[in-house]
């Protein structure tokens, strides 16, 4: 993880796109930007789980058992989620960058507090 957050640091500077730091204007702006760019590629990534559970439908309703239906749905989207989730992570490695967080550190010490909570389901869901 922190080899692809150089790298993203070092793309978004190559191609002009750091979230601003010039000054708390520029950068307030910069920031909602790039977060609205962040929430619109989630909406990507839901747009194509849309597809997938049309597809999946469309097959079921001509006859497709539904299991083997939603897996050529996920087949036939997976490039496309691969790339809408590409698009998240560049943004979200653009504001642990912004902030200065690393964000391995970050999602391993997120993840002992998530599993560390009291107040976290109890029931585990079933295959």
């Known amino acids: 993880m922190k080899e692809i957050q150089t790298f993203a640091k070092q793309y978004q500077k190559q191609m002009g796109w750091e979230i601003s730091e010039e000054s708390y204007a520029q950068s307030r702006d910069s920031l909602l930007n790039n977060y ?5 590629e989630v909406a990507e990534v839901a747009e194509e789980l849309r597809k997938a559970f049309n597809l999946t439908a469309s097959n079921v309703e001509n006859g497709m058992d539904e299991e ?4 050529l749905a996920k087949n036939q989207i997976k490039e496309n989620v691969g790339k809408e989730l590409s698009d998240c992570l560049a943004y979200m490695l653009k ?3 912004y902030f200065g967080i690393d964000a391995e550190d970050s999602f391993y010490a997120k993840m002992e507090e998530v599993k560390n909570r009291k107040n976290k389901d109890l029931v585990k869901p079933t295959k």
Request: proline share 0%.
């Open 36 to 40: 609205m760019l962040l929430t619109t």
């Open 68 to 71: 083997q239906a939603f897996e």
């Open 95 to 97: 504001f642990y960058n």
